[in-house]
T-cell receptor, first 113, second 114 residues
Framework: AQSVTQLDSHVSVSEGTPVLLRCNYSSSYSPSLFWYVQHPNKGLQLLLKYTSAATLVKGINGFEAEFKKSETSFHLTKPSAHMSDAAEYFCVVRESGYSTLTFGKGTMLLVSP | NAGVTQTPKFQVLKTGQSMTLQCAQDMNHNSMYWYRQDPGMGLRLIYYSASEGTTDKGEVPNGYNVSRLNKREFSLRLESAAPSQTSVYFC?????????????FGDGTRLSIL
């Protein structure tokens, strides 16, 4: 069975400093991995996806994530935080050949001026 | 460019009342999903429809029923609402079952049951 662990429930950064949101997964087969962002009272928006191509994945708004199979990790990073990045972020895994998703519990990113 | 549309956006019910949440997508997707989101729990799958004419239970199906009305529409019904069903409900769709394409989400229905 697949599972996702987001290691921090909350992360606080200052505007202009780097962002690191950590995610570990467990999966029996070659997974697809996603990061979604949710702004207050909104639905989930796809940030980026890994589907067995390049291990370093670039997404929207300057975010990127690196798939590390040996560490079963898929951490999300951004070089410089912006106030508009404040939101909740979800790491998601999908088993190869299936469409059902397993969500992490989310990390709330707080950005201070 | 609507994507996935959910109605209503907000609803308050009394315990024991029934309600249907509506979802429609205009992307010609084959697969559709219903999730609930509770604080600190992420999203949990209630039911899904891999293709028109099929539905299957997800992780938390108890107390819910679904109908895949046609390719565009997938509704979620609460027959006898309970306070434990207070949650934010999200509908999603994807191109096809098993494809590498991501799911697209609606903006959610915020449901309170008193």
């Amino acid at each position: 069975a697949q599972s996702v662990t987001q290691l921090d429930s909350h992360v606080s950064v200052s505007e202009g400093t780097p962002v690191l949101l950590r995610c570990n997964y467990s999966s029996s087969y070659s997974p697809s991995l996603f990061w979604y962002v949710q702004h207050p009272n909104k639905g989930l928006q796809l940030l980026l996806k890994y589907t067995s191509a390049a291990t370093l994945v670039k997404g929207i708004n300057g975010f990127e994530a690196e798939f590390k199979k040996s560490e079963t990790s898929f951490h999300l990073t951004k070089p410089s935080a912006h106030m508009s990045d404040a939101a909740e972020y979800f790491c998601v895994v999908r088993e190869s050949g299936y469409s059902t998703l397993t969500f992490g519990k989310g990390t709330m990113l707080l950005v201070s001026p | 460019n609507a994507g996935v549309t959910q109605t209503p956006k907000f609803q308050v019910l009394k315990t024991g009342q029934s309600m249907t949440l509506q979802c429609a997508q205009d992307m010609n997707h084959n697969s559709m999903y219903w999730y609930r989101q509770d604080p600190g729990m992420g999203l949990r799958l209630i039911y899904y429809s891999a293709s028109e004419g099929t539905t299957d239970k997800g992780e938390v199906p108890n107390g819910y029923n679904v109908s895949r009305l046609n390719k565009r529409e997938f509704s979620l019904r609460l027959e006898s609402a309970a306070p434990s069903q207070t949650s934010v409900y999200f509908c999603a769709s994807s191109e096809a079952w098993g494809s590498n394409q991501p799911q697209h989400f609606g903006d959610g229905t915020r449901l309170s049951i008193l």
